[in-house]
């Protein structure tokens, strides 16, 4: 079964940027959707990005567009979210997920956490001004 790690949280000032990692390891990584979903406090847990096994084809949140980059090394098992121009909204818990199914519709990702399938623990992200 895959695993999960996620790391590169921190804290950070508002308009800078941060790149968060996610190592697979355990099973094969390479035919599955990977994306990034985070948790702020008291809120829902909400999609930000997906990318395909290939790492050829990314999709995004309608209101994630923009300012954060997925992208992912295959041969390192790795899937990354750049987040540019960091907003204290940004504030929240990152998690890395396998993607059991994958919701598109016109270019855009519209994900439900029930969509995942593997969860990592999560990275803390918080954003100050």
């Known amino acids: 079964q895959v695993q999960l790690v996620e790391s590169g949280g921190g804290s950070v000032q508002a308009g800078g940027s941060l790149t968060l990692s996610c190592v697979a390891s355990g099973s094969t990584f390479s035919g599955v959707y990977m994306g990034w979903f985070r948790q702020a406090p008291g809120k829902e847990r909400e999609g930000v990005a997906t990318i395909s096994p290939d790492a050829m084809t990314a999709y995004y949140t309608a209101s994630m567009k923009g300012r954060f980059t997925i992208t992912r090394d295959i041969a390192k098992n790795t899937v990354f979210l750049r987040i540019d121009n960091l907003e204290p909204e940004d504030t929240a818990t990152y998690y890395c997920?396998?993607?059991?199914?994958?919701?598109?519709?016109?270019?855009?990702?519209?994900?439900?956490?029930?969509?995942?399938?593997?969860w990592g623990q999560g990275t803390q992200v918080t954003v100050s001004t």
């Open positions: 997920a396998t993607i059991a199914r994958l919701a598109v519709m016109e270019g855009t990702w519209y994900p439900r956490p029930t969509d995942a399938g593997r």
